[in-house]
Nanobody, 127 residues
Framework: QVQLVESGGGLVQAGGSLRLSCVASGGTFSSYHMGWFRQAPGKEREFVATMNWSGVRSYYVDSVKGRFTISRDNAKNTMYLQMSSLKPEDKAIYYC????????????????????WGQGTQITVSS
């Protein structure tokens, strides 16, 4: 059974930076696309960033382009989300997720393309 554990969340001032980590265990991390999603209070979960299995391709939601960077270290079974220039509207619970299809060339934006989810880590940005 695949388990995903996020860490790195916390409270940061607007304009600050944080790096989230997602450590996977129990599966073959390097074979699957990975993604970050977030859910703000009172809102639906939304796609943030995704990277394909090899780390060659990545996609971002427009609101974080140029501020967030997704990366992965397949040797460590770990995915990262480097967040900079954080804004109050970035406040949310951030979830990492692992895809259910192996070796897809393109990373996936839809939550339906993910099978396993972490428990989430809270990001709060003060203005």
């Amino acid at each position: 059974q695949v388990q995903l554990v996020e860490s790195g969340g916390g409270l940061v001032q607007a304009g600050g930076s944080l790096r989230l980590s997602c450590v996977a265990s129990g599966g073959t991390f390097s074979s699957y696309h990975m993604g970050w999603f977030r859910q703000a209070p009172g809102k639906e979960r939304e796609f943030v960033a995704t990277m394909n299995w090899s780390g060659v391709r990545s996609y971002y939601v427009d609101s974080v382009k140029g501020r967030f960077t997704i990366s992965r270290d397949n040797a460590k079974n770990t995915m990262y989300l480097q967040m900079s220039s954080l804004k109050p509207e970035d406040k949310a619970i951030y979830y990492c997720a692992e895809g259910h299809s192996r070796y897809l060339a393109s990373p996936q934006r839809s939550s339906q393309e993910y099978e396993y989810w972490g428990q989430g880590t809270q990001i709060t940005v003060s203005s």
